[in-house]
């Protein structure tokens, strides 16, 4: 995203300038956009809740300082943090029609009928090949979007009801930072600071902390303009958290960033988590959500597929992975006589030859006799293979779930929705 016109430290939600336009509207920054309220929000304002005398202060100190009439511990004992209940969401889209070179409309189902929950202090992964409906998903969370149906809850606060109070209890890193390239670090977590109402103590801790646990202290006085793209990442998560979220939604936090980077988000998210924080992360990287999450959501063509924890997930398809290669160069028919042998024996559930890989075994095994492996090398070694080239043994993974539920693997998918959905249909998608 293009950086954003920076509005001044007094912008309030909805307010307007003398062309008329939202801050929002004019930047195209998506961060800003958490300052106003939704589009259908925006042409019939809520009316205020009783109950709240005070303008919306937009993102306060829910962990040191919680809101006077907002108790979350005991909201959090009967609600889960974050509840989706069938969101349904569909765009339309000027498309050229078949045969001729007349626009029509074209209805696209980003979401149909997504559901799930994540509890308080839980990481919840949200995992699914390029359009499945993620930052449709998360945008529908965050207030945003406003989904065609179906409901988003924080904490049992619907989210769409009172837009204002939701938003101040989250923190939201968008796929593309919205950030200015003439301001520096510094002032860009000033700047986020006071548009989330912290006190001048807090503001000036929160901020250093997070210089420090995010590792930008070399970085926080030079301009953003300069910032490589893993500072700017870092960067952004710090405002995300500047304000303590008791709710923080990241979309691919760590997608293109060099390994110290990812490193670095990683243990600030579980630092987070670990202060009773609730995380709601999308991802492509299976190995990511696999290491964060508590709980794993599958998503594909914009409906679940699979929910539970990594390992409930895994589990489910029963035995581990064994694969064998005999030797450097295999020949077919020494790869069929020791499949067949460890199929008599009983030591295989299922066992197939990979012809692309060198003729390579693929075993499925039992996971529940932890001699296996060992039984396998043995019954190999009786029929004249003493010397493996090589072995290994694994648990299922995330992609294996994904391959079993649709018959394709994460990575195959995500290749053939990338080749239909180009950059730059995705910049204009996010800006809508
Ligand atoms: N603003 C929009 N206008 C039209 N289509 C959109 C818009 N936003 C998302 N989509 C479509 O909705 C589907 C889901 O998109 P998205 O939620 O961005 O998926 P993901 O984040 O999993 O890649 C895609 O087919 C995408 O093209
Ligand atoms: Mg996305």
């Known amino acids: 995203m293009t950086p954003c016109f920076v509005a001044p430290v007094s912008i309030r939600p909805g307010a307007r300038s ?12 998506l961060r800003f956009s958490l300052f106003l309220p939704s589009s259908s929000h925006r042409q019939n304002p809520p009316a205020r809740q009783a109950h709240r005398h005070k303008a919306p202060t937009m993102l306060f100190n829910f962990f040191y300082n919680r ?28 498309v050229k029609g078949k045969g001729s070179d007349k626009k029509e409309n074209k209805i696209i189902t980003a979401l149909d009928g997504v559901s799930f929950s994540a509890n ?27 989904p065609d149906s179906g409901t988003a809850q924080m904490f049992g606060i619907d989210v769409h009801k009172d837009p204002y109070l939701a938003r101040e209890m989250l923190g939201f890193v968008a796929q593309s930072a919205g950030l200015d390239k003439v301001l520096t670090g510094r002032e860009h977590l000033e700047l986020f600071a006071d548009l989330a109402h912290l006190d001048r103590a807090t503001k000036r801790r929160n901020i250093e902390a997070y210089i420090e646990v995010l590792g930008l202290k070399d970085f926080i006085d030079r301009q953003a303009g300069v910032y490589s793209g893993g500072v700017i990442r870092r960067l952004d998560m710090a405002i995300a958290l500047l304000h303590q979220p008791p709710i923080l939604i990241l979309d691919e936090p760590t997608v293109g960033l060099d390994v110290e980077s990812r490193m670095v988000i990683w243990n600030v998210l579980r630092h987070h988590r670990s202060q009773g924080g609730t995380i ?11 290491v964060l999450s508590d709980k794993v959501v599958i998503m594909d063509k914009g409906v679940v597929i699979a929910e539970g924890t990594p390992t409930e997930l895994k589990n489910s398809l029963g035995g581990d992975r064994i694969s064998i290669r005999l030797q450097e160069f295999t020949e077919m028919e020494e790869a069929e006589l020791a499949c067949a042998t460890l199929r008599k024996r009983g030591l295989a559930q299922e066992a197939i030859i990979n012809r692309v890989r060198n003729n390579t075994l693929e075993l499925v095994v039992s996971s529940s006799n932890a001699r296996v492996g060992g039984e396998i090398v043995g019954a190999l070694g009786e029929i004249g293979f003493e010397k493996l080239f090589s072995f290994s043994q694994s648990k299922p993974t995330l992609d294996d779930v994904y391959l079993a539920a649709t018959g394709q693997s994460l990575s195959d998918a995500d290749q053939v929705a990338k080749e239909k959905r180009t950059d730059k249909a995705m910049r204009q998608e996010s800006m809508a």
């Open 67 to 94: 809101a006077e009439d907002i108790d979350l511990d005991k909201l959090a004992e009967k609600h889960p943090a974050v509840l989706v209940t069938d969101l349904r969401k569909t765009f339309k889209k000027r």
């Open 18 to 29: 003398p062309t008329g336009t939202t801050a929002c509207q004019q930047a195209g920054c």
């Open 280 to 290: 709601i992360l999308t991802s492509h990287y299976l190995e990511e959500v696999d």
């Open 120 to 146: 308080r202090g839980q990481v919840l992964g949200l995992l699914g090949p390029n359009s499945s409906g993620k930052t449709t998903t998360l945008r529908c969370i965050s207030t945003m979007s406003d």
